[in-house]
């Protein structure tokens, strides 16, 4: 124990003293100064152990030289990262440079060279609908007697819900508050996005007259905002309005 202590002691006070000279340094691959290893080019580490080649990362067929990537032409940056065919192009509208050509590959929807253009869209096409939100009671009765209601969705032309023009399926007995989607009754395509439609719920109470439960009016043009996948029917001035519908939609050009 007393040996222990005393050799302790000794290695203690041997670190603290040589701290400035090199005597219990090693530098494998570099040279010590005032006890601190210089790495020669390309190593890195206490005693200078690694080969920074084998951990660093140059891209598009660069080559690591004594630590430093060295880029083909066209490319720069420490991992040649950097495609110098697309510095100053600036794609618009989501578009993204493409690298081997120099140019925008643009989002459906847009051309040119910087996809500056927007097209004119020639069809939209509704696949299916999601019901977020209706009304949980008709003037405070319940929708059906016994269980929840069967909603369908329909689409109309004009500013009044009509549900003899476009209709989807039911969905049968549904809860408030659960959202569910419909993909039965689509594809319905549309090529004037800019003629006013209602779009509107309906329990369907079979062979009964079925009940109308809500709607909202508008233009689809209106709602374009680039071109979505997702439209949302929604009236913000009127939260508590109790509609909030979905479309699902693929665009043409
Ligand atoms: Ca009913
Ligand atoms: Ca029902
Ligand atoms: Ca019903």
């Known amino acids: 124990m007393k040996n222990c202590l005393f050799f302790c002691f000794a290695i203690l006070l041997l670190t603290t003293s040589c701290k400035d000279d090199c005597k219990d340094v090693q530098c494998i691959n570099g040279s010590c100064d005032e006890g601190i290893c210089n790495c020669f080019p ?3 580490g206490d005693e200078c152990e690694t080969r920074i080649c084998d951990t660093l990362v140059c891209m598009n067929d660069g080559e690591c030289v004594n630590g430093v990537c060295e880029c083909p032409e066209g490319f720069s940056g420490l991992n040649c990262e950097t495609n110098l065919a697309c510095q100053g192009v600036t794609c618009e509208n989501g578009g993204t440079c493409n690298t081997a050509t120099a140019t925008c590959d643009c989002l459906p929807g847009y ?9 004119t869209p020639t069809n939209l096409r509704i696949t299916a609908v999601r019901i ?3 009304p949980d009671t008709n003037n405070g009765a319940a929708w059906d007697a016994s269980d929840g209601p069967d909603i369908y969705f329909s689409i109309n032309t004009g500013t009044m819900p009509d549900n003899t023009q476009f209709t989807t399926s039911s969905t049968m007995n ?11 009754g689509f594809p319905l395509d549309i090529t004037d996005i800019a003629t006013m439609r209602t779009f509107a719920l309906y329990d369907s109470d079979a062979p009964d007259a079925d009940e109308y439960m809500e709607a909202l009016s508008g233009k689809l043009s209106d709602l374009q905002l680039g071109f979505p996948t997702e439209m949302r029917l929604y009236d913000a001035n009127n939260p508590s309005l109790e509609f909030d ?4 939609v693929e665009w043409s050009f």
């Open 42 to 44: 390309g190593f890195t």
């Open 111 to 119: 051309s040119g060279d910087f996809c500056e253009n927007v097209l």
């Open 132 to 134: 977020d939100d209706f």
């Open 174 to 184: 549904t809860t408030a508050g659960t959202s569910f989607t419909i993909t039965d």
């Open 245 to 248: 519908v979905t479309l699902m």
